[in-house]
């Protein structure tokens, strides 16, 4: 099955720092990925839709210099969190369709989770 | 607004069977679809309804009325792996997904 990777799975940095996570498509191409962000007992906030070759499309009240997307090719798209504040804290997950599903409403696969820690 | 409802804990026991229900208004509809997430983990997909009825999938079945906006997930059999969460989506018209805030399902032995 379609499979997503995502890196790093845990990080900590200190306040003020960028940090930088990977999106990867292993086995599909994906033109668009999807960014969530989760804080503890909340659902997923989509927080940017990853376009390859393109801008990505932000989602009302996320800030677009704060959180820098980048989807170079059709199988990697970066999320880079610009001057990390401790409220940044957050489960951070990337997702993709396999197109070779089919239409626009085939299941979400999604990468196992970034888990940053701003001190 | 768009708005998906579903309970936010439940509590059953290993060997028998629950019930999660997920009730929804969207601006249209293009799908509904059942994810569980483990804690700490990214959630991973169960299943996928877009017309009415029943779903079955081994232990886990999935229900939609889309007259009634409703839609449940049925869980048999019940194992202590099955504590998780479970998160309903809906597709809405312009194919966006709205996320329920997740069902807590604890397992006691």
């Known amino acids: 099955g379609a499979v997503v990777s995502q890196h790093p799975s845990r990080v900590i940095c200190k306040s003020g720092t960028s940090v930088k996570i990977e999106c990867r498509s292993l086995?599909?191409?994906?033109?668009?990925m999807f960014w969530y962000r989760q804080f503890p007992k909340q659902s997923l906030m989509l927080m940017a839709t990853?376009?390859?070759?393109?801008?990505?499309?932000?989602e009302q009240g996320v800030e677009k210099d704060k959180f820098l997307i980048n989807h170079a090719s059709l199988t990697l798209s970066t999320l880079t969190v610009t001057s990390a504040h401790p409220e940044d804290s957050s489960f951070y997950i990337c997702?993709?369709?396999?197109?070779?599903?089919?239409?626009?409403?085939?299941?979400?696969?999604f990468g196992n989770g970034t888990r940053l820690t701003v001190t | 607004g768009q708005n998906i409802d579903q309970p936010t804990e439940m509590t059953a026991t290993e060997g028998a069977i629950v019930q999660i229900n997920c009730t929804y208004q969207?601006?249209?509809?293009?799908?509904l679809f059942w994810y569980q997430q483990h804690a700490g983990e990214a959630p991973t997909f169960l299943s996928y309804?877009?017309l009415d009825g029943l779903e079955e999938k081994g232990r886990f079945s999935s229900f939609l009325s889309r007259s009634k906006g409703y839609s449940y997930l049925l869980l048999k059999e019940l194992q202590m792996k099955d504590s998780a969460s479970y998160l309903c989506?809906?597709?809405?018209?312009?194919?966006?997904?709205?996320w329920g805030a997740g069902t807590k399902l604890i397992i006691k032995p």
């Open positions: 997702s993709a369709r396999d197109p070779g599903q089919g239409e626009d409403n085939s299941p979400l696969h």
């Open positions: 086995d599909f191409q994906a033109t668009t």
């Open positions: 990853s376009n390859e070759g393109s801008k990505a499309t932000y």
């Open positions: 969207t601006s249209g509809f293009n799908g």
């Open positions: 309804n877009v």
């Open positions: 989506a809906v597709m809405d018209s312009n194919y966006q997904l709205i």
